[in-house]
């Protein structure tokens, strides 16, 4: 006896998977130009790498807590001068990486950890660790000279969870967005908090010592914050920005997105500045 030949699936079902499958193909094929434009030196980071001052780009590998690589060597000079970097971020990324690299900017206006006007024609998004001392450097000391770009309209600050210290890191990003959840006042401050904690290494942080900064920083609600540690969609969140980051081959903290230039490590605030006002001179030219 013949087995029942199973039905073939509608017409229009088909083209649908095969849209999807193009569409995911195509979104493949743009990521990967992005990591290769990335690891040329694209952007608006110098090609040498960071050794112990946070100041200086790194490339992207995985930090560990004084700023050496722990996936591969630190690129020299030489290799800076092999690869091109200058010419890299002389010529920009392509069309299509660059409209890739503008639709991860999310601009919603109920984001309670990005500032900025929601239609800012520059877009600056952060990935970074809480117990990252050198992100913990940019939010307090290079952030903060930046704030005038953010109240007169240019620029937006979009924060993303990247973890790369493991279950605390991921515990921290959980906590700062439990104190957001009452109100975006309370998770910037927390998130301020954190990292303060971080400038001199990876801070460690036990839930009671996240109770106690919720304390500190004025949460209303200690017991809700306490119960929201707990919750998984806020810990589904944090673990889709860091997916996001890793999708995209970054694998150092902090990588800053600024439309369509990518600097790698805690650069000083005229450099932000500088590539700022390139964007925005780009933004007004394609306007």
């Known amino acids: 006896m013949s087995e029942p030949i199973s039905p073939a699936p ?24 992005f990591i290769a434009w990335l690891a040329i030196g694209g952007g ?15 490339p ?3 930090s560990d807590q004084d700023g050496s690589a722990d996936d591969a060597p630190a690129a020299g000079p030489d290799d800076a001068a092999a690869t ?7 010529t920009g990324p392509s069309p299509e990486v660059a409209e890739l690299m503008m639709g ?5 206006a109920d984001d309670p950890l990005a500032v900025g ?24 000391e290079t952030r903060p000279q930046l704030q005038d770009l953010v109240d007169d ?38 998130q301020e908090a954190v990292f303060a904690r971080s400038t001199t290494g990876e801070a460690t942080l036990t839930q009671d010592d996240l109770i106690a900064l919720a304390e500190e920083v004025g949460v209303p609600d200690v017991e809700a914050f306490t119960a ?11 673990d889709a920005d860091t997916a996001e980051a890793r999708s995209l081959g970054l694998s150092s903290t902090p990588t800053f997105l600024v439309n369509t230039a990518v600097v790698q490590g805690a650069e000083s605030a005229e450099h932000f500045r500088g590539i700022v006002a390139e964007q925005l001179e780009q933004a007004g030219a394609d306007g």
């Open 10 to 33: 509608p017409a229009g079902d088909r083209r649908t998977a095969s849209i999807a499958w193009a569409v995911a193909v195509i979104v493949v094929a743009l990521v990967s130009a």
């Open 44 to 58: 608006g980071s110098d090609g040498d790498a960071a050794g112990s001052d946070p100041s200086v780009s790194a």
């Open 60 to 62: 992207p590998t995985t």
């Open 84 to 90: 091109g970097p200058d010419d890299a971020a002389a």
């Open 104 to 108: 991860l900017q999310r601009r919603d």
């Open 117 to 140: 006007d929601v239609d800012a024609p520059v877009v600056m998004i952060e990935y970074a660790d809480y117990r990252c001392p050198y992100c913990a450097r940019f939010e307090l």
């Open 153 to 190: 309209g240019t620029l937006r600050i979009e924060f993303r969870d990247f973890v790369i210290f493991g279950e605390e890191s991921h515990a921290v990003a959980v906590a700062v967005r439990a104190a957001a959840e009452q109100g975006a006042e309370h998770g910037l401050a927390y």
């Open 228 to 238: 929201a540690l707990d919750d998984p969609e806020l810990a589904a969140a944090v």
